[in-house]
């Protein structure tokens, strides 16, 4: 199973891109901003172009690719204007293109850093996948590239848009169920395979630990409501003729300053997907909780009034609220500084593991 693609249900969300409803860029109505997706592997073609026909405050207006056969399928699927489409040595004068507000980088992680710093400084307003950046130094870049162009970055966390996830941080931020005492926040699939970018460690920075381990790490610092102050953390090797640069499975210990704590389990090499957190008078769980492909199910030790079932998909709302967020000039929710934080909390586990220590987190 892979989260990005396990998607197989409805006609929105289990076709390939050449089966997806068409869409005219016609149809958008004054007030939707444009985006244009650089990169356009799984996750673009699953997940964030299906969305686009979902979104109500922004729309698909142009594609950034090397490929010259996914830049005409997409074109021909989306009905997009060839002015609109961009291989990468032109990737810089989308600076010129009023009908691109929004720049969506979908990338492996080694290239996060470069193209959101260039998006920026071509004037537009970025949207970064997850993880933000390969470290924390590259993190601070971005935001003070963001600073200096006066536009807005969000990072790709579709979960602080999902209803349930923002249902458990609300227990959590009301004290619902009393002072948090201990979570559980592990996420894994059967994955791993010779030749993918996320096996490279230059590449993908840390096989699992970096594409999964950060949804465990959001989950657990937003059911506890606070921020860890240090962790332990431990890595193993099973398959040594698959897993060469790269760990296969992290575990890791969040420490909190209120005496509570979080465990997490994140692998390629099997699988679980379950969020759980023990407060004093009950307990939450997902599960499952982080499967882009899959319904958020929630359950709870104390009858609460949930939101109605999603409909669209989890990336419709961040998209959406993004556009809102440039459109009124508000807040981002996702925003680079969370981004940073997630990846000083990585630097930090891969330090323990490193040193067989408990480390200190620097914020």
């Not at 592997?41 to 690719?65: D, K, R, W």
């Not at 492996?108 to 260039?118: D, G, L, S, V």
């Not at 592990?186 to 791993?192: C, D, Q």
């Not at 790269?246 to 509570?260: S, V």
């Amino acid at each position: 199973m892979n989260r990005r693609t396990s998607i197989k249900t409805t006609t929105i969300l289990g076709m390939g891109l050449g089966l997806l409803p068409s869409f005219k860029v016609g149809d958008k109505s004054e007030k939707k901003l444009g985006v244009a997706l650089v990169g356009l592997g799984n996750y673009s073609t699953a997940m964030l172009g299906p969305a686009l026909l979902q979104t109500e405050h922004c729309y698909l207006s142009g594609i950034v690719s090397g490929t010259a056969e996914k830049r005409l399928k997409w074109k021909e699927q989306y009905h997009l204007k060839d002015e609109n489409i961009y291989d990468y040595a032109r990737f810089d004068e989308i600076a010129k293109n009023k009908e691109i507000d929004i720049v969506y980088i979908v990338l492996p992680n080694f290239m996060h850093a470069e193209y959101t710093i260039r998006a920026l400084e071509a004037g537009k307003h970025v949207i970064c996948e997850k993880p933000m950046g390969m470290n924390a130094a590259e993190c601070r870049q971005m935001i003070e590239a963001r600073n200096r162009s006066g536009k807005m970055l969000q990072i790709g966390y579709r979960l602080y848009y999902e209803d349930r996830h923002l249902l458990a941080h609300q227990i959590a931020v009301e004290q619902k169920l009393g002072k948090f005492l201990m979570a559980e926040t592990s996420l894994a699939f059967r994955m791993g395979r010779p030749n993918w970018w996320r096996m490279d460690l230059a590449k993908g920075g840390g096989g699992a630990l970096m594409d999964l381990g950060v949804y465990n790490i959001q989950a657990a610092r937003r059911m506890a409501n606070q921020l860890p102050e240090s962790v332990t953390a431990q890595a193993y090797v099973f398959d040594k003729t698959l897993y060469k640069d790269i760990y296969e499975t992290y575990a890791f210990q969040l420490l909190y300053p209120d005496g509570g704590v979080s465990n997490t389990t994140t692998s390629f090499n099997a699988y679980v997907d379950r969020a759980h957190a023990s407060y004093e008078d009950g307990w939450v769980l997902l599960s499952p909780a982080s499967n882009g492909g899959a319904p958020v199910v929630m359950s709870t030790s104390k009858e609460m009034e949930q939101p109605p079932k999603l409909i669209n998909l989890q990336q419709t709302a961040q998209m959406d609220a993004f556009s809102l967020n440039i459109q009124n000039g508000t807040d981002v929710t996702a925003s680079a500084e969370e981004g940073l934080i997630d990846m000083q909390i990585i630097d930090t586990i891969k330090k323990a593991i490193a040193s067989g220590k408990r480390e200190e987190i620097k914020y």
